[in-house]
Antibody, heavy 121, light 107 residues
Framework: QLQLQESGSGLVKPSQTLSLTCAVS??????????WSWIRQPPGKGLEWIGYIYHSGSTYYNPSLKSRVTISVDRSKNQFSLKLSSVTAADTAVYYC?????????????WGQGTLVTVSS | DIQMTQSPSSLSASVGDRVTITCRAS??????LNWYQQKPGKAPKLLIYAASSLQSGVPSRFSGSGSGTDFTLTISSLQPEDFATYYC?????????FGQGTRLEIK
């Protein structure tokens, strides 16, 4: 059974960089047919897709965040990471990592439990 | 961006009721539409993919239909564990987007 687990700082100061890691167990992050995403949810609000990295290492980011986002993969540790720079209070949210299975169709079939990141001085 | 609009935003229903939630895309997305269920404090859970395919392990009382711009999620007979928030999501565009959610509450 695939499992994803987010980790990282739960409190980030304004203008600093948010850093999170998603550890994947029960499967290889290098397997074809999958991409690995970050999705966030501000308190009491809906879901916003941040971006993904393919098993090949190529990335795609939400244009609304693109200038501040970097997603990278560490195959040796079977994990992928998110960095979001120049954060403000608007970046306060629960951050989820998720696997997207793609083929004829694409969907998020495995999710981490989420981690709350608060931006505050 | 492809905008996803769900209706209603909230819904009150009773155990045993048949419930339908609608999702409309701002442009045609063929059948590239997924549905998720989210309970408080939990991650979303995939229910339906490709508009009408039931994810493994999801009860058969959940069903999805539609194509193009208009989609529906139907719960045939509400169970107590179904009270949650439901989101649609399109995977037609590289920029993935979600609907704003429909909160299903107990009447």
């Amino acid at each position: 059974q695939l499992q994803l687990q987010e980790s990282g700082s739960g409190l980030v100061k304004p203008s600093q960089t948010l850093s999170l890691t998603c550890a994947v167990s029960g499967g290889s992050i290098s397997s074809g047919g999958y991409s690995w995403s970050w999705i966030r949810q501000p308190p009491g609000k809906g879901l916003e897709w941040i971006g993904y990295i393919y098993h090949s290492g190529s990335t795609y980011y939400n244009p609304s965040l693109k200038s501040r986002v970097t997603i990278s993969v560490d195959r040796s540790k079977n994990q992928f990471s998110l960095k979001l720079s120049s954060v403000t209070a608007a970046d306060t949210a629960v951050y989820y990592c998720a696997r997207e299975t793609y083929g004829d169709y694409a969907f998020f079939d495995y999710w981490g439990q989420g981690t709350l990141v608060t931006v505050s001085s | 961006d492809i905008q996803m609009t769900q209706s209603p935003s909230s819904l009150s229903a009773s155990v045993g009721d048949r419930v339908t939630i609608t999702c409309r895309a701002s442009q045609s997305i063929s059948s590239y539409l997924n549905w998720y269920q989210q309970k408080p404090g939990k991650a979303p859970k995939l229910l339906i993919y490709a508009a009408s395919s039931l994810q493994s392990g999801v009860p058969s009382r959940f069903s999805g239909s539609g194509s193009g711009t208009d989609f529906t999620l139907t719960i045939s007979s509400l169970q107590p564990e179904d009270f949650a928030t439901y989101y649609c999501q399109q995977s037609y565009s590289t920029l993935l987007t979600f609907g704003q959610g429909t909160r299903l509450e107990i009447k």
